[in-house]
């Protein structure tokens, strides 16, 4: 039996709690600051700005994020896609994926975005899925070298065809 199923199995013997508390305000910061008199687009124009002047600095932290990524998935290869590895590699493109769609980089977003999907529900991988696995991080490799630009995404839309075909493949669909 699988560790997740045995987990729901012990799970859904517990009883169910009884009884729920609510803590009000729910989000304590509403009360302290209120809004008010708010324009939400110089808010939304502000955060844009922001987000803009963060790119130059943040492609650093991407190229460190990546390379990290690309080492936990020559993790998952050295241990035969164990549990763990494919846990860590999992999370580790889910918070790529987040933080470079909220500055920009679509590119590398959509590269992880479909690494996540292929990830999702496997508590370890086979010999070809690892294979997969890897076909995307070779991906996200490209995509960052010639990613210069908010723009970019278009660029690669052959490499995103080739990669959700080996997917859909693998998955026969």
Sequence with gaps: MKSKDKDRKDRDMQPAPTQAEFIAPSYALKAKAPLRDLDLAAVVAQAVMGLKDLQPDYRAVLE???????????????????????????????????????????????????????????????????????????????VLQFTDDRQSDGRFDTVFGELEKVVRKFEGT
């Design 64 to 142: 460190d994020e990546c390379r990290a990524l690309y080492a936990a998935g020559a993790a998952v290869e050295d241990t035969g896609g164990g549990e763990r590895a494919v846990a860590r590699l999992s999370r580790m493109a889910h918070q790529i994926r987040g933080h470079s769609g909220s500055v920009g980089f679509a590119a590398v977003c959509r590269v992880c975005d479909s690494l996540c999907g292929f990830l999702t529900g496997r508590d370890g991988l086979t010999a070809k899925e690892i294979e997969v696995a890897r076909l995307h991080l070779d991906a996200l490799l490209v």
